[in-house]
């Protein structure tokens, strides 16, 4: 039986072509701002994978009567984003608690009351997984109309044991039907369940012996996470959480010193995670530690500007000491309710003064090999998965720029169209 015929593409007419071609690692210092852009670039791809990466003068001799052509139409081609840190699986919004916020209620006030994280908890845990399903699909859209191609994908809205596995069920069949890319991440230290307020050593308990072993059981997550912070999961609680996911063949992720300097990120040294996460807290000790045990930090400034911040993380203290820096939208229901990582470029610029290069080598490359996958994803070489996005700009500095203008005219995953606006839209 003849297997199906190759497809192929060239994509052509591209003003820059940003290929972040370069070292097989998450990039550094000054490797952060060397984008490796080809003017009037192109690019052939066959099955989903890219075959030829140059000049337009150097792949047009490469094609063929059955290239189909996609036309840029001289607007910019990057490697689609890889969000690296999105809670997208939940029921209803807490718009509530961002007008409470605008009146001058801190997070933690709306916490203590019995809102944040443990509301979106107890309407989470009343939906069936096909309602779920069905939200997921509508927040995979945005995510895709931001150019994002790939992303992790935290529980945590269940918080028991039932309602975390049904969350990560959900979240591995959004990722069979695509065509977003999700990477799943056990988030069952998020936060303690009203049912065990007070009683935190139980909860772990169940996490340790219950939710750990089926998650792992049934495959259902690459890595484990924890929300370290006093008075929830601590670095010695956190630790015990963490080691015992790494010891069932997860990768380790965790939120750490985010409302406060708790010590995570020395305890992410430690544990040799994979990432580090917030870090808003952060001092130069915890830089330190991060950086000699290769950990990457993951920043959200979207987080901290939802929730009137005025610290952000040290993120040009983090690239001068060789950290492989990574951003991500954090997108959540409460702290962080947008999944655009444009927006993200945007804040990291204003707000924590990476230049536009930084940013867009925070959220492709270092993004990708953060989640284990740089050897596929994050750049367009040879070789790599043919995820790219065709953005409406000249130059890749105007997808920060210009804030809240949705730039993403055409999403490709593994080849094929995931996305494309609407002509005049």
């Given at each position: 039986m003849m297997g199906e015929p190759d497809i192929e593409l060239a994509v052509m007419n591209c003003s820059q072509l940003v290929t972040l071609a370069g070292p097989s690692r998450p990039r550094i210092r000054s490797e952060m701002r060397g984008l490796s852009v080809i003017s009037n670039g192109a690019m052939l791809i066959r099955d989903g994978v890219i075959q030829s990466v140059g000049s337009r003068e150097q792949i047009e001799p490469l094609l063929s009567a059955k290239t189909v052509i996609v036309d840029a139409h001289g607007g910019i081609v990057l490697p689609g984003f890889v969000d690296a840190h999105t809670h997208p699986v939940f029921v209803g919004n807490r718009a509530d608690e961002f007008e409470q916020r605008a009146e001058g209620a801190t997070y933690e006030e709306i916490a203590a009351r019995g809102g944040g994280i443990r509301s979106t908890v107890r309407r989470t845990r009343s939906a069936s997984e096909a309602e779920l399903f069905d939200v997921g699909r509508r927040h995979q859209e945005w995510f895709l109309r931001g150019g994002t191609t790939t992303i992790e994908a935290k529980s945590g809205y269940g918080l028991s044991l039932e309602d975390e596995l049904?969350?990560?069920?959900?979240?591995?069949?959004?990722?069979?039907?695509?065509?977003?890319?999700?990477?799943?991440?056990?988030?069952?230290?998020?936060?303690?369940?009203?049912?065990?307020?007070?009683?935190?050593?139980?909860?772990?308990?169940?996490?340790?012996?219950?939710?750990?072993?089926?998650?792992?059981?049934?495959?259902?997550?690459?890595?484990?996470?924890?929300?370290?912070?006093?008075?929830?999961?601590?670095?010695?609680?956190?630790?015990?959480?963490?080691?015992?996911?790494?010891?069932?063949?997860?990768?380790?992720?965790?939120?750490?010193?985010?409302?406060?300097?708790?010590?995570?990120?020395?305890?992410?040294a430690q544990l040799q995670a994979a990432t580090a996460d917030h870090l808003e807290q952060t001092d130069g000790v915890g830089i330190e530690a991060l950086a000699r045990a290769n950990v990457q930090p993951v920043l959200l400034p979207a987080s901290a500007y939802t929730l009137g911040c005025k610290r952000f993380a040290p993120a040009r203290e983090m690239i001068e000491a060789g950290l492989g820096v990574v951003l991500a939208t954090d997108f959540n229901p409460g702290s962080s309710p947008t999944p655009s990582i444009p927006f993200v470029l945007s804040l990291a610029s204003t707000q924590m003064k990476m230049t536009p290069a930084e940013a867009i080598t925070a959220t492709t490359v270092n993004a990708a090999y953060s989640l284990g996958r740089g050897a596929e994803l994050g750049t367009l070489e040879a070789g790599k998965r043919a995820d790219f996005v065709i953005h409406d700009c000249q130059h890749y500095r105007e997808i920060a720029y210009f804030t809240g203008v949705e730039s993403a005219d055409a999403v490709y995953i593994n080849g094929k169209l995931a996305f494309a606006r609407a002509p005049g839209s």
């Open positions: 049904k969350l990560l069920r959900v979240i591995r069949r959004l990722n069979q039907a695509g065509p977003l890319r999700y990477v799943p991440t056990f988030l069952g230290a998020h936060e303690i369940p009203d049912e065990y307020r007070g009683n935190t050593r139980s909860y772990v308990d169940l996490i340790l012996h219950e939710m750990l072993p089926e998650v792992a059981k049934h495959h259902l997550a690459e890595y484990c996470d924890v929300f370290c912070e006093p008075g929830i999961f601590d670095v010695s609680t956190s630790t015990e959480i963490l080691r015992a996911g790494g010891s069932l063949g997860m990768g380790l992720r965790i939120h750490a010193d985010q409302l406060s300097r708790s010590g995570a990120a020395e305890m992410a």
